[in-house]
């Protein structure tokens, strides 16, 4: 059974890692704490602080069960996901909820992270009946030619804090439809929910050894896994430091891996844009989730004409945002996760004013009364930056927006595209032709038009270009790409060597 956590209240579980169907305790002995980002005096509870030993326990129990996982046909595999779609289902609220209070993203928001992983559950669980191959004409006669696909073996799964369920279940339910057995490290700040997951699963009914989960840091289990020679595939979700380190050794130790990393997105609305939608736009991509994904909105790029409108109805509009606890249905920006982030968040407002960019709304942390005790951060507002700024051109992974002013739509597209991300942009125009201008020229993996730059739907491919990743997509039909290897098959029934580039062709 999945455990719900009371609110205010710390708890004193220690919580172990799970391998080969088992929950054990770590080699290490050690162990750290979840701590709640609206109220860092809550404990979530403790985890182990596992080291390369489990790992390794890990990857054997994932190795030992590959065989038989691979043998079961695809669709009665995702006869087990069905099952957690259902079991999802029945304890969205109470997972949602214990979301809010592990990583702070607010109650609404956190059952639209469990609904991913739902509807990521049934869209790969369906894929168990697809997992198409293709068949095509041999250049021969009475030769057959075709390719299917086939599981990787042991693959590694490593995800961030901001969508805890969502992100896990992008990577883990097409790995295991596909017929792979995993090792996943959560991230150290979000360990509880992910947990939850994973006790989903189980009680769906995955043979042991299918999953083990080990919890702990990057440079002791994350590191570990990606050096362990039997695991063929790594996917990642992460900073672009990590990505780019974890990248470098899969690509010396020949591993297939997927890296989905930062984001500098942005909203354009040019002079025919509805300037309300596009503020509405704003207002959910850059502080949902309190800026925390790597699709937000953390630039608006507005023609002049619309420039001083646009600020007027934003300022007016994030000053009303209520900050606070995530649990209050009242609250719409909830805490960030960690004091590291916090901090991290508002050196960049400092670099912003240091740039003299405009700030007109929030920059502090957020003290007053039980505020202090988490990690609230205001919703902040940067005007007249120039594009070239640093907090025009880094990820800051916080409720902070920097409006940039362009004189043309081709300016807006220059604009959009100069930075080294290109994950998510976005378009505002009533006019059709540059609509489809903008979805050919922008420079990115995801674009919307008169929409915001979040909100992506599990059936399409989910990733980026540039420095955002390394050209994989996750979900959609791309999803099982990453855990699937391709084998091409030859049937010759002519009962004759035929030699394949000759005998047609004069040889
Ligand atoms: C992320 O920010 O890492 O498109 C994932 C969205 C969500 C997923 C975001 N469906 O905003």
């Known amino acids: 059974m999945t455990k719900t956590l009371e609110k205010a209240k710390t708890s004193q579980d220690v919580h172990h890692n799970f391998i080969g169907g088992e929950w054990v305790k770590s080699e290490s002995g050690k162990t750290f704490k979840s701590l709640s980002p609206a109220n860092n005096e809550i404990v979530v509870g403790q985890f182990a602080d596992s080291n390369a030993a489990d790992v390794k326990k890990a990857v054997d129990a994932a190795e030992k069960a590959f065989p038989e996982w691979k043998k079961t046909p695809a669709p009665e595999r995702a006869e087990i996901l069905f099952k957690a779609a259902h079991l999802l289902e029945e304890r969205k609220e109470e997972i949602a909820r214990n ?6 993203k607010v109650f609404k928001e956190a059952k639209g992270d469990v609904q991913e ?6 869209y790969a669980a369906g894929e168990g009946r697809r997992m198409w191959g293709q068949t095509v004409p041999s250049e021969l006669r009475n030769k057959f030619a075709m390719s299917i696909r086939q599981p990787m073996g042991v693959v590694g799964v490593i995800t961030p804090w901001n969508f805890p369920v969502a992100i896990p279940s992008w990577k883990m339910l ?3 439809v596909s017929g792979n057995t995993i090792v996943f490290k959560p991230a150290p700040e979000t360990p509880f929910v992910a947990m939850q997951f994973v006790q989903i699963l189980q009680e ?3 043979p042991k050894g299918v999953v083990n989960f080990v919890t702990g840091g990057g440079p002791e289990v994350g590191m570990p896994i990606v050096e362990d020679p039997r695991v063929r595939a790594i996917s990642i979700t992460g900073s672009s430091v990590t990505g780019r380190k974890v990248a470098g050794r899969c690509g010396e130790l020949m591993k297939k891996i997927s890296c989905e990393l930062g984001g500098k997105n942005a909203i354009c609305l040019m002079d025919d844009g509805d300037v309300d939608l596009a503020i509405d736009g704003a207002l959910w991509g850059g502080f949902g989730t309190s800026g925390q994904r790597c699709t937000a909105t953390s630039r608006v790029i507005v ?4 420039y001083q409108n646009f600020i007027d109805g934003f300022l007016a509009r994030a000053k009303a945002l209520k900050i606070g606890d995530g649990l209050d249905t009242t609250v719409d920006v909830g805490p960030v996760v960690s004091k590291k982030q916090l901090e991290m968040i508002n050196g960049y407002v400092k670099v912003g004013k240091d740039e003299k960019a405009k700030l007109l709304l929030g920059g502090e942390i957020m003290t007053e009364g039980d505020l202090a005790k988490g990690c609230f951060h205001q919703p902040t507002i940067f005007g007249e930056c120039n594009a070239k700024m640093r907090i025009a051109q880094e990820e800051i992974f916080g409720p902070v927006v920097a409006v940039i002013p362009v004189d043309s739509f ?3 597209i220059e604009v959009a595209n100069g930075t080294e991300y290109g994950l998510s ?4 125009t009533r006019d059709v032709n540059r609509a489809f201008s903008a979805i050919e020229e922008f420079e990115s993996g995801i674009v919307y038009i008169n929409a ?16 955002t990743g390394n050209g994989h997509r996750e979900a959609g039909i791309t999803g099982i790409e990453q855990f699937t290897e391709w084998k091409s098959v030859y049937v010759d029934y002519s009962g004759t060597l035929q030699r394949a580039q000759i005998d047609n062709y004069g040889g």
Do not use: N, R, V, W
């Open 99 to 104: 979301m809010t209070i592990e990583m702070g």
């Open 117 to 122: 992983a739902i509807d990521m559950a049934k």
């Open 204 to 206: 769906a009914g995955l």
């Open 174 to 176: 097409p790995a295991l």
């Open 410 to 412: 081709q300016e807006a």
């Open 425 to 428: 942009l976005s378009m505002y």
């Open 452 to 467: 915001p730059t979040i909100g992506a739907e599990i059936q399409l491919p989910f990733g980026g270009i540039k420095q």
């Open 303 to 306: 023609h002049k004409k619309q």
